[in-house]
């Protein structure tokens, strides 16, 4: 148990998917785990673990935001010896390319937050995701037929912005924005894990389409099969 977690050591596995929302742990937890059995609630985060084909899993939601993501990552790899991390979750697209439900796996993170510097007194910027968990992902959405594309992807602190000049983050490289891929992918760094995100595009930042919050929280079924597909290939 820790500050923020009340789950015991063992019932964690080492294989975790982190949506944002809760509701959506318990849906995954419940329409694809076996056996699946709750273990957080504490301040309402909850975390299901069961089998996915046989293989130990859990379904752990982050919350929102770099600050969130940032105390759970943390936790799950330092105190419960978690190996392999993939964020599922949406993303909104600075490009007219990744259009409304197009999968993008994080292939890095750009951030200009101050998080890093804090935590570990660097200021990184861009952290690359799991080289091996991306080769898993796009091998098995080619299998299985799923379209996604590998990008780097911007992780902002604030979710309402006056500014709505996005060039200085195309220009950094980023496909469409989020707000907790940068603190994942900087816990993974540091205690030498793996982690990735697989992000749906749910909102289009340039011709302000979007996708309605019931269908946030469940037509996100293909990104979500593509996930658990491939956290059991990961060893
Ligand atoms: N901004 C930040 N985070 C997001 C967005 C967005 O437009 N869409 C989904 N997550």
């Known amino acids: 148990m820790t500050v923020h977690i009340e789950a015991e050591k063992g019932q964690i596995a080492k294989r975790v998917l982190m949506p944002g929302d809760p509701n959506r742990a318990e849906y995954i937890a419940k329409k694809y785990l076996e056996n699946p059995v709750c273990v ?8 299901f673990t ?8 859990t379904v752990f939601s982050s919350g929102m935001g770099i600050g969130s993501m940032g105390i759970y990552s943390y936790e799950l790899f330092n ?11 949406t993303a ?4 007219e390319d990744f259009k409304l439900y197009d999968i993008l796996v994080a292939d890095s993170s750009y951030s200009k937050t101050y998080f890093d510097e804090e935590a570990g007194r660097e200021d990184i910027e861009i952290i690359n995701s799991s080289g091996d968990l991306n080769g898993i992902i796009m091998n098995t959405a080619a299998l299985k037929r799923i379209n996604a594309r590998l990008g ?5 602190e604030s979710f ?6 996005y060039k200085k983050f195309t220009d950094m490289g980023c496909r469409a924005v989020e707000m907790e891929t940068y603190a994942l ?9 793996k982690a990735t995100a697989i992000l749906t595009i749910s909102d289009n ?10 269908a946030r929280e469940q037509k996100l079924d293909e990104m979500i099969f593509l996930a658990l597909e491939s956290i059991i290939k990961n060893q």
């Open 92 to 95: 909104g697209s600075y490009t």
């Open 185 to 193: 992918l900087y816990n993974a760094k540091k205690f030498l894990k």
């Open 79 to 89: 105190d419960y010896d978690v190996d392999s991390i993939i964020r599922i979750g």
């Open 152 to 156: 780097r992807v911007h992780t902002t």
């Open 160 to 165: 309402y912005t006056e500014n709505k000049n």
């Open 205 to 214: 930042l340039i011709t302000h389409e979007e996708i309605d919050p019931k």
């Open 40 to 47: 957080n609630k504490l301040r309402g985060e909850l975390a």
């Open 50 to 57: 069961g089998t996915y084909k046989g293989v130990p899993v």
